[in-house]
């Protein structure tokens, strides 16, 4: 399991437009890769582009091998922020210490690397040099000599582009544009109708049709101006979020997070609706060590975004519970059940892409845009995980968030399991 970024599909349509993988070596790249073999004092040093399974060296100094299965590759984490990655012991790190190329050869310590970035913002690899013995410090001068062999990089493969495919950056900014038009025709689609509902409520309030402020009506218009509020603010961030993941501007911010706070914290986000809908939340307290190296804004979001759906389709005296376990691989898998009407395979196909809705006859519906589960699925690729959906017919639905053994500090991995 490797961490995905959010836009990875346009990520390799864009790493695909450039036409370099599987080309011979150029003295242009492996010039690069030689000075800074000798700047760095490094025995390795790769230009490596991340594809879909795997991670193909453009160029490479010191290193026999042409490409590297993508799950193993330190460059499949390099991609996931405009920073460069620095591991200065590797042994030491709880996301590689146990990867193949670590623990045998060629025994790497030390590695580090600058994303190769577009001008549309798509990481498509990085310029990156390793030791094979780890190091004490690499900052300041160092980084940024090693961003600018990753700018020049990017440079060559600009050049390169159009040289051999004139027509390909037009196309690119086309798709950018034309994707920037789908969003926010979308955005305005979607919240016209509740900002039309807020306007005509406070003219009503505003006129005074049923006189004297103090009417108990105009606090009933008020609780629903703010209730309608809400449901804006939730869209538009929802939007917000989505373009900003699929720019590549998200990033994790890792923190230990307690589980037992987290749920507390998703169980008052959602009370008023609960209460509501007339549906109980539940959960058996975690184990107090039971904790996840995570951003833990994001992943309140995950969770606040699973219960809520759980709620809106779930039916007034049912329940709704969260639950948490370490699986045997050392993994952790916080799960939200419900017991609502389920799903087809079909309908969750659906529900995972993006605006997909699921709406059933007889059923009031519960709104929304169809980005919640699509969001979650993005947010928790982002922390190398995996989002889990299991559903039957008429008999509830289970989603649940898989995070990878390195996200589970190692003395909390004894922290056992709850339901």
């Known amino acids: 399991m490797f961490p995905v970024p959010f836009n990875e599909a346009a990520r390799l349509d864009a790493l695909a437009s450039y036409g370099v993988l599987d080309t011979p070596p150029e003295e242009a790249f492996d010039c690069l890769t030689r000075l800074a073999c000798k700047q760095f004092r490094a025995p390795i040093a790769v230009v490596s582009l991340v594809d879909q399974a795997r991670q193909w060296f453009k160029s490479r100094q010191g290193l026999a091998a042409r490409e590297t299965p993508r799950h193993v590759a330190l460059c499949a984490h390099a991609i996931?922020?405009?920073?460069?990655?620095?591991?200065?012991?590797?042994?030491?790190?709880?996301?590689?210490?146990?990867?193949?190329?670590?623990?045998?050869?060629?025994?790497?310590?030390?590695?580090?690397?600058?994303?190769?970035?577009?001008?549309?913002?798509?990481?498509?690899?990085?310029?990156?040099?390793?030791?094979?013995?780890?190091?004490?410090?690499?900052?300041?001068?160092?980084?940024?000599?090693?961003?600018?062999?990753?700018?020049?990089?990017?440079?060559?493969?600009?050049?390169?582009?159009?040289?051999?495919?004139?027509?390909?950056?037009?196309?690119?900014?086309?798709?950018?544009?034309?994707?920037?038009?789908?969003?926010?025709?979308?955005?305005?689609?979607?919240?016209?109708?509740?900002?039309?509902?807020?306007?005509?409520?406070?003219?009503?309030?505003?006129?005074?049709?049923?006189?004297?402020?103090?009417?108990?009506?105009?606090?009933?218009?008020?609780?629903?101006?703010?209730?309608?509020?809400?449901?804006?603010?939730?869209?538009t961030d929802g939007m917000l979020n989505l373009a900003r993941l699929k720019r590549g501007e998200v990033e994790v911010r890792e923190e230990r997070i307690s589980v037992l706070d987290l749920f507390e914290r998703v169980d008052r986000s959602v009370m008023k609706l609960r209460l509501d809908r007339c549906i109980s939340v539940s959960y058996a307290p975690p184990h107090e060590d039971m904790a996840l190296m995570a951003d833990r804004s994001l992943v309140i979001q995950m969770l606040i975004n699973l219960v809520t759906n759980a709620l809106k389709y779930g039916d007034a005296g049912s329940r709704v519970e969260l639950s948490a376990k370490i699986n045997g691989d050392g993994s952790l898998e916080i799960a939200v059940a419900d017991c609502g009407s389920g799903m087809s395979p079909e309908e969750i196909e659906r529900a995972l892409h993006l605006y997909g809705r699921i709406e059933r006859s007889g059923r009031t519906d519960p709104g929304g845009m169809g980005i919640g589960l699509p969001l979650v699925k993005r947010l928790v690729e982002l922390h190398g995980g995996r989002l889990v959906i299991t559903s039957v017919e008429g008999d509830g639905t289970r989603a649940s968030l898989q995070f990878p053994p390195y996200r589970v500090p190692p003395a909390d991995r004894a922290a056992g399991s709850v339901a």
């Open 80 to 235: 996931l922020s405009d920073d460069p990655l620095v591991v200065l012991d590797a042994t030491r790190d709880r996301r590689f210490s146990g990867n193949p190329l670590v623990t045998e050869d060629p025994k790497l310590r030390f590695y580090a690397g600058a994303p190769l970035i577009t001008r549309q913002g798509f990481r498509l690899g990085a310029f990156c040099i390793v030791d094979l013995a780890a190091r004490e410090a690499f900052e300041g001068d160092d980084i940024s000599a090693l961003r600018d062999f990753a700018e020049a990089t990017m440079e060559i493969l600009e050049l390169r582009r159009r040289t051999f495919q004139p027509d390909a950056a037009d196309q690119e900014d086309r798709s950018a544009r034309d994707a920037r038009l789908d969003l926010f025709s979308i955005v305005a689609h979607e919240i016209r109708s509740p900002l039309a509902t807020l306007v005509e409520l406070a003219r009503t309030m505003e006129s005074r049709v049923f006189g004297p402020v103090g009417n108990e009506r105009y606090e009933e218009l008020s609780g629903m101006i703010s209730e309608t509020a809400e449901q804006v603010m939730a869209i």
